[in-house]
């Protein structure tokens, strides 16, 4: 449909930009138009999960419907609706993932729960979803970096190096994880050079806000273990 096509066009500019406002009202439509011709768009599920703040992305979704791809997903949304803390959205999303879904569907909330396990500090719960969506043909980059994220942050560097092993990360990740093994050595110029590249993975994804938040948080780290070492 060339007006999907040209909502999908718009959203990718405003990304770049940084206009998060203007860019969710974009979705918004698409999200409309996928709604009433029932219609489905990776594109659109992949810049909605991109955008921070879930809460305010939920308000703007059509009503969940079970039938339908866009009303599935406005489904998994609804973890982000009613003031739900993180408890309260892995119990949504555990039966959530309970339900008939479609495979596309299915897979986002799965990473949606592993990541909000992780921000619980349940690690355990986090890689045994990942490791899920590892056993899938073909798992994209992000997925095994995320899994190599949380064994860095479990502390099981040989559980990460056997990992590292079987699922070798592109260019841009295996920077980034190269970057957080840098920084438990006290290697200050190689971690700085990881957190730069996630910063600006993060503002290539349209999340500019934490790509500053990451960088100064690194910065601020990376001063105070240049005096340390003083």
Aim: aromatic share 6%.
């Amino acid at each position: 449909m060339l007006l999907l096509e040209s909502l999908r066009q718009r959203s990718d500019q405003l990304l770049y930009e940084g206009a998060e406002g203007a860019q969710l009202d974009v979705l918004e439509l698409a999200a409309s138009l996928c709604h009433s011709h029932a219609l489905s768009a990776d594109w659109l599920a992949k810049a909605i999960t991109r955008l921070p703040g879930f809460e305010l992305t939920a308000q703007r979704l059509p009503s969940p419907d079970p039938d339908t791809w866009l009303g599935q997903l406005s489904g998994m949304f609804e973890a982000w609706r009613d003031d739900r803390r993180t408890a309260g959205r892995v119990a949504y999303l555990e039966d959530f993932m309970r339900r008939p879904l479609r495979s596309d569907i299915r897979r986002r909330a799965r990473l949606r729960l592993a990541y909000a396990h992780r921000t619980r500090g349940d690690h355990a719960q986090c890689l045994g979803l990942l490791t899920e969506a590892l056993a899938e043909d073909s798992p994209d980059d992000e997925t095994r970096y995320q899994v190599a994220r949380t064994l860095h942050a479990t502390g099981d560097y040989a559980a990460l190096r056997a990992h590292l092993a079987a699922f070798p990360l592109g260019d841009t990740t295996g920077l980034r994880i190269r970057g957080d093994l840098a920084f438990d050595r006290g290697l200050l110029e190689e971690a700085i050079a990881g957190a730069a590249l996630r910063a600006q993975y993060l503002r290539s994804i349209g999340q500019h806000r934490l790509a500053q938040e990451t960088a100064e948080r690194h910065e601020c780290t990376g001063q105070s273990l240049s005096l340390n070492t003083r």
